[in-house]
């Protein structure tokens, strides 16, 4: 299809039509995306919606012509139209005229998206060189120029900083600099503030914003977040296997879906209460004044000019059938407090399990606690080994602590375990890549669970997941918690998943414990301003579906 112009209908900025893409797999075309159609105009921001593996990405990144495989193609009939130009088909001449140009991305993780080898300036100086022609003092000052733009502390410091030296957050808007740097017309925005905290997220939405009404571009987010949704978009497209299912202003869709699939996205937020445990239940970890100090060397001879508290002077006790939400931003201390419990990490300080002392153990003399005290990771994919089949990474625990007998009492263990996590056992011979996110960490709780430990520590569970796949999650947590009686220590920045599992919360803060107290008393009337900046972060943008109806 050659490229072509056409008036612009209203103020229109991109039309797409008739939208699909298909994949080669095998000698099989397989449909990603199926029949998308929508319109972005000025100042608008829209909202492509929808689970893992919906077509929200493939959609972002067909607009600017980015299609991820060799064998992607878009059918006869695919229309993307920029401001009367038409993508689909143009030549490479036209692409890159709009590419990074009038639109630029802002994409999901930005460690892996920005170049580790360069510093801050030179990654957002090749945009300037490549797209405006400046040189390089034009160039440095325009960079400071969009670096305080994005509200980037310390500015001019940052410019010969590499991507490892900031923050999440700082990265982010390291990204949305870059993305700026030309003065776009539409900003696609994927996933943009999934692995932040709930405070920097709240920060780059509102960032976001501003920006927006400030340079008056088009906005298209793309999200599994509805609580985003609801706080910042205009318009809402929900999509499901490679097809938009409902569309419209969101006030109105979230009112009044008119689609299952919408009805299911709008009630998957994680609801229930925490299973209460016994007023005289076993106390299963205690622990008193315990400290993870890194020391900060400097000099030729590399001398402790100074220490890193990540976790200083912490005390907690948690009983069989409890579960101690841990919560605060990145850099609080949180998961080096929950690795520090399980032996993991060198502490100082007294820890606990079922009263006897674990400072002092050798790792011999820890290795037959280990079967009853356990750990889930957040990532999933990460942590599961991609060259062993799921029997293999379930079973590996048995082999190691001697249990299970032969290999098919093994199998027999592991088909249980399977199946209390709602998994089938046929599945069982099968590699983690094979699966789902949500399929994937509840092979990672199994692989916890068939060892029947008493403690678990859940290092942020469900961050990485969807909101849908979040709420069985949490779900079958509390189901298996109800079940063994076990004691949990639930790491997460998503305090929405803390209130529906978690019966004590420990709030951190550089290292330290600035509130601690029942779940409910705590939420209801946090007695801290960082507590409550956490809590105005998480549920202002939470607004309930009954909110939305009301209003």
């Given at each position: ?18 939208l699909g893409v298909d994949f080669d797999v095998g ?159 539409i900003l696609v925005a994927d996933e943009p503030t ?243 996110g949500g399929q994937r960490q509840r092979i990672a ?107």
């Amino acid at each position: 299809m050659s490229p072509e112009a056409k008036p612009i209908t209203n103020d229109a900025l991109l039309e797409v039509g008739g939208l699909g893409v298909d994949f080669d797999v095998g000698g099989r075309r397989i449909s990603a995306l199926r029949d998308a159609a929508f319109t972005l105009r000025r100042g608008e921001t829209l909202a492509l919606v929808g689970e893992s593996g919906s077509g929200k990405s493939i959609t972002a990144l067909s607009v600017l012509q980015l299609l991820p495989y060799p064998t992607a193609s878009h059918p006869p009939g695919s229309s993307i139209r920029f401001r009367g130009q038409e993508l689909v088909g143009a030549g490479e001449d036209v692409l890159q005229t709009v590419r990074g140009n009038r639109i630029a991305m802002v994409f999901q993780e930005p460690m892996t998206s920005l170049n580790p080898l360069h510093t801050i300036e030179q990654q957002i100086n090749e945009v300037l060189f490549l797209h405006k022609r400046l040189n390089p003092q034009a160039a440095r000052t325009r960079t400071l120029e969009l670096l305080t733009l994005v509200g980037l502390p310390q500015a001019e410091k940052r410019l010969d900083a590499y991507p490892h030296q900031l923050s999440g957050g700082q990265r982010q808007r390291v990204m949305i600099a870059m993305a700026l740097a030309n003065e776009p017309d539409i900003l696609v925005a994927d996933e943009p503030t999934t692995a932040l905290d709930v405070t920097v997220q709240a920060q780059i939405l509102k960032l976001l914003k501003e920006l927006q009404q400030r340079l008056g571009m088009a906005i298209l987010l793309i999200t599994h977040d509805l609580t985003i949704v609801r706080k910042f978009a205009d318009q809402v497209c929900v999509m499901t296997q490679g097809a938009i299912v409902e569309a419209g202003k969101v006030a109105d869709v979230f009112a009044a879906p008119a689609h299952a699939y919408t009805r299911k996205l709008l009630a998957a937020e994680p609801k229930g209460k925490p299973s209460e445990a016994r007023a005289d239940a076993p106390v299963v970890l205690e622990a008193e004044a315990v400290k993870v100090w890194f020391p900060i060397k400097a000099g030729f001879f590399r001398r402790t000019i100074g220490h890193v508290k990540a976790v200083d002077g912490i005390s907690i006790s948690i009983r069989a059938g409890e579960t101690l939400g841990v919560v605060g931003e990145s850099g609080s201390g949180k998961s080096t407090l929950g690795y520090a419990l399980l032996r993991l990490q060198r502490a100082e300080g007294r820890i606990a399990y079922a009263g006897r002392n674990l400072q002092g153990l050798t790792w011999a003399d820890m290795r037959p606690l280990r079967r009853e005290m356990q750990v889930v990771f957040q990532d999933p994919f990460s942590s599961l080994s991609p060259r062993l089949s799921v029997f293999q990474i379930i079973e590996e625990g048995l082999r190691v602590h001697g249990l299970g007998g032969s290999e098919a009492e093994r199998r027999e263990r592991v088909a249980g375990a399977l199946r209390e996590v709602g998994l089938d056992p046929a599945s069982m011979d099968r590699y983690p890549h094979e699966f789902s996110g949500g399929q994937r960490q509840r092979i990672a709780i199994a692989r916890a669970m068939v060892l029947e430990p008493r403690f678990v520590v859940l290092d942020e569970p469900t961050s990485a997941l969807d909101m849908s796949v979040q709420a069985q999650i949490v779900d079958l947590l509390r189901d298996l918690q109800q079940k063994h009686g076990l004691a949990y220590l639930f790491i997460s920045h998503d305090l929405r998943v803390v209130r529906a599992l978690a019966d004590r919360v420990l709030v951190m803060k550089d290292g330290r414990v600035v509130e601690e107290g029942a779940a409910k008393a705590l939420f209801t009337a946090p007695q801290t301003d960082y507590t409550r900046a956490l809590i105005a972060a998480a549920f202002d943008l939470a607004v309930t579906h009954e909110h939305a109806v009301r209003g």
